[in-house]
């Protein structure tokens, strides 16, 4: 759109005083005609009698704000003959040239956001879509890489190097436990093997702990329960399930990193030594927590009762 320009004088300019509000009128009205079908200033003859009257176009003329065929003004080119030409009309406004170029800059503008915009609604309607299947074939990927994974390394035992407990050439400790494997079983606490029967399935936990393609089976309860037979072993797993799940940490090999994670926690659990509440008196001879053998911890129960009704019976002959 292309507006006539007038100044903050034009209404008192001495040429408006003297033309009168009618011919300053068709003044206005002939401005924007010209400046609409974008003719510079002139103006056909038709036109400027269609919109005045002989008296109103003459005190234009008159004034020196409109100019005929022929007229003097060295300012202003000369219209065709029969038409006329708004005075300095170029001055104070845009040609035909700028406005058709303001025009297609607009456009482009225009055309511009539009693209944007049909892109970006694109973009927020095809997301619910595609991004539920992006999020489900990543975790399948993910799944199926733990599962083709080897469950433990034998000679790292779940670590990227071998650790100090690890027994290999040119080096000496303690060998590491037993590593749960599916292919097959390891020793209980009493020394025998055990199998997979419904009775050894509900002695430690009946239903399966999963994280992303982990699952603690039946064999790696039973090989947590033979080598640390005083640790809470769900409670621990738990925490190493809330662990990677709060972090979004992922492992090559879930299996090896929980029985890192069991080994850690045991460890901690036997530098912290027993706890005893407050309001409970620590009796002569209490057991630590150690590894002991089912035999061990029977005879351990039976001695600690014993003691506890010998306390009890000093107390009646006191009382």
Known sequence: MAWFALDDGFDTHPKVRKAGNAAVGLFVRLGVHATKHLTEGHLDGAIVRDYGTDATVRKLIAVGM???????????????EGGYFIHDYLDYNKSRAQIEAAREAARKRQNRGRESARRNRNERDSAPIFAPNSRQNGASSARNCDENAPLFDGETAGQEDLSRRDTHEGATGVPSPPL???????????GETTGSSTADLD???????????????????RWAAATYPGLDIEHATQQFISHYRSTGARRKSWPDAWQKWIRDDAKRASERGPRTPGNVVALPGQIALRRSTTDERVAAGLALAAEFRALETQQGDTA
Do not use: K, W
């Open 180 to 190: 749960p494997s599916h292919n097959y079983d390891v020793a209980d606490v009493s």
């Open 66 to 80: 409109l100019h005929e065929y022929g007229h003097r003004c060295p300012r202003c080119p000369q219209p065709a």
């Open 203 to 221: 002695a430690y936990a009946p239903t399966p702990i999963e994280i992303d393609g982990f699952q603690l089976t039946d064999s790696m309860r």
